[in-house]
């Protein structure tokens, strides 16, 4: 199985706080938003970012909407971007996060992706269950797709069918994350395989224990994930796979190079 390896930068959740994230996701959501959001700094702080992805030894990176978010990226925002991104070498697998409540917010996700010269967000809306057929209608305009993550809510497999649904000719499936099926208690290489013909994408992540959802370096936790990887070939995904690993309270950079290096071994590069 060929994939390519990416960096999810979602793993810096923690980082504009000090690693003293103690007042959940969002308080990091909302500190990252506010310092990459002005333009006037945008460029250097985007371009150390990079700079330490591509230090770790990745080649493609999952863009977290907190580091350029679709309601304030600008064209100068996204002009720099795609510069420093071609400087580094980096190639863009996703968008990662929310993708609005309205179908003009949907569209400005949708024309961030493209943009970014990719065709994958990964996460949510809730517009998927208010209005479904202008989701699929502005995917289509797009050429994008939406990979449904599978958090909070979704415990089952079949949870996750249910709102994939018919698949919007193509355009809707899902965005494995494993870590959330381990937080649920539920074989997160089980779910790859019933979730076969759907999965666009894959958030490769490991808790520490069901129940709590405690990220770790892999091999640390619950989740299978060698098992996963071996799913991965049994169903014959040909996508990317991201390196997932937020932790709340430290840097995660080394347990991530070591997460890249385990899971080359496993895919056998």
């Not at 000090?18 to 959001?37: E, H, I, K, L, P």
């Not at 949870?159 to 649920?184: C, F, S, Y």
Request: net charge negative; hydrophobic share 45%.
């Amino acid at each position: 199985m060929t994939a390519k390896i990416s960096f999810i930068s979602a793993n810096f959740v923690a980082r504009q706080l000090g690693y003293q994230m103690t007042a959940g996701w969002m308080q990091g959501d909302s500190a990252t938003n506010d310092y990459f959001r002005p333009l006037e700094s945008f460029a250097e702080r985007f371009d150390a970012m990079l700079s330490e992805v591509s230090a770790m030894g990745f080649s493609a990176i999952d863009i977290w909407l907190a580091h350029l978010h679709w309601n304030w990226a600008s064209p100068p925002h996204i002009a720099i971007a795609r510069d420093l991104l071609a400087k580094h070498n980096l190639t863009v697998t996703s968008l990662a996060g929310g993708f609005g409540a309205t179908a003009q917010e949907f569209e400005a996700a949708c024309q961030l992706a493209v943009a970014m010269q990719t065709t994958i967000l990964g996460g949510n809306t809730p517009l998927l269950y208010a209005d479904r057929a202008s989701v699929v209608d502005i995917l289509k305009t797009y050429g994008v797709k939406l990979a449904i993550e599978n958090h909070p809510g979704e415990k089952t497999a079949a949870e996750m069918l249910a709102k994939i649904g018919d698949g919007g000719d193509g355009t809707i499936g899902t965005a494995v994350d494993t870590g959330w099926w381990g937080t649920h208690g539920y074989d997160a290489a089980r779910a790859i395989r019933e979730l076969a013909p759907h999965v666009m994408h894959v958030h490769l992540k490991d808790v520490l224990a069901p129940g709590g959802h405690v990220t770790c370096r892999y091999g640390q936790g619950c989740v299978p994930i060698a098992g996963c990887v071996e799913a991965l070939a049994e169903i014959c995904y040909s996508g990317d796979i991201g390196v997932e690993h937020e932790p709340d309270d430290y840097d995660p950079t080394a347990d991530c190079i070591e997460n890249l290096r385990m899971l080359r071994g496993w895919l056998g590069g």
